[in-house]
């Protein structure tokens, strides 16, 4: 079997078991905290390598479907950006959070859309097109609009630099998306191959990144693990309910429903880490951390419930028809 042969078995097995790697290497972590404390200033490197992933799975279609359905996207990317914030926000408070974790779960709220979001919609039978296109565009707005967010809201807890943020979304989002479409552009086809496993790259990366964090608040786990993870459940729950029913009140479909569950509740938890890391402290990149283990544990369970349902339904119809 060939070396690509190889990675793809790999990503395969990585994919499956995604959620039992994230957990099992942050609870090392926590139990050994200096295992991958050498990486913890490549935090950013290791998100570039994930949104150059993201970069070299995008399609001209995906880019052209932002302005054939502009008006879904714009909902979408404004309910993103107004209600997850909001929601954070209230928590913060509602909650009494020190600041530095109140800054880390407002970060979470700033964030676009993950990547994974993608996968939990393709899982979940939603459409995926505008899932893609939605992550892109919160992804592409999040240089402006993150930073100006975070300073509105996180502001009132600790000392926020805006410009600062923007640079370093700048470098660690949109340089690696241009680079990777460069590549693509240069190489065609030739890259067809590799862009299978970049998904590996993505799932190492980020659990590694959750690795890191966990290793850094090794101390404080025991403290305010348990009140943060409370309050990163909550805001979760909210975002998937608060996408769904925002989609149905649109007059949506089901599947864009769905869609929009998944891309207002699953959060660029990377972005988050690796923000707080550089521009707060290590306590304030928990709240991103604890999202990345529980988002993928709370959204396959979604993606397969609506599956199972969408499975039953299509079942039906056709015993129906054959009746």
């Not at 942050?26 to 050498?38: E, M, N, R």
């Not at 470098?171 to 479409?181: E, H, N, V």
């Not at 348990?226 to 989609?247: M, R, S």
């Not at 769905?258 to 550089?278: C, K």
Request: aromatic share 10%; hydrophobic share 55%.
């Amino acid at each position: 079997m060939s070396l690509l042969g190889i990675l793809k078995k790999i990503n395969k097995f990585a994919g499956k078991y995604f959620a039992i790697l994230v957990i099992a290497v942050s609870a090392w972590c926590v139990y050994k905290p200096l295992t991958l404390k050498a990486l913890v200033p490549h935090i950013s490197l290791m998100l570039g390598f994930i949104m150059f992933g993201m970069g070299m799975s995008l399609k001209s279609e995906d880019l052209q479907l932002i302005f054939k359905r502009p008006k879904e996207i714009l909902i979408g990317a404004t309910v993103q950006f107004t209600v997850m914030p909001l929601i954070a926000f209230v928590l913060c408070y509602l909650f009494k959070l020190p600041s530095d974790l109140a800054v880390g779960v407002i970060l979470v709220g700033t964030c676009p859309g993950g990547t994974s979001s993608n996968v939990m919609t393709y899982l979940g039978k939603g459409d995926i097109a505008l899932s893609v296109s939605m992550t892109t565009v919160t992804t592409l707005l999040a240089p402006i609009v993150t930073p100006f967010l975070t300073l509105l809201l996180a502001g009132k807890f600790v000392p926020v630099s805006a410009f600062a943020m923007f640079l370093s979304i700048v470098k660690i989002i949109l340089l690696p998306i241009f680079l990777s479409i460069i590549v693509k552009k240069l190489l065609g086809h030739k890259v067809d191959n590799f862009c299978e496993i970049f998904p590996l790259v993505s799932i190492v990366c980020i659990v590694l990144i959750s690795g890191c964090i966990a290793g850094a608040n090794a101390s404080k786990i025991t403290t305010c693990a348990l009140l943060t993870f409370l309050v990163i459940a909550i805001h979760n729950a909210l975002g998937l309910v608060v996408g769904y029913f925002a989609g149905k009140l649109f007059g949506f479909s089901e599947e864009k429903r769905r869609t929009l569950s998944f891309e207002i509740g699953i959060q660029n938890s990377g972005l988050g880490v690796s923000l707080a890391a550089a521009h707060f402290n290590p306590t304030a990149a928990l709240p991103a951390a604890i999202t990345s283990i529980w988002q993928i544990i709370t959204g396959p369970i979604i993606a397969s419930y609506w599956a199972k349902k969408t499975a039953n339904n299509t079942h039906d119809k056709k015993f129906k028809n054959v009746s």
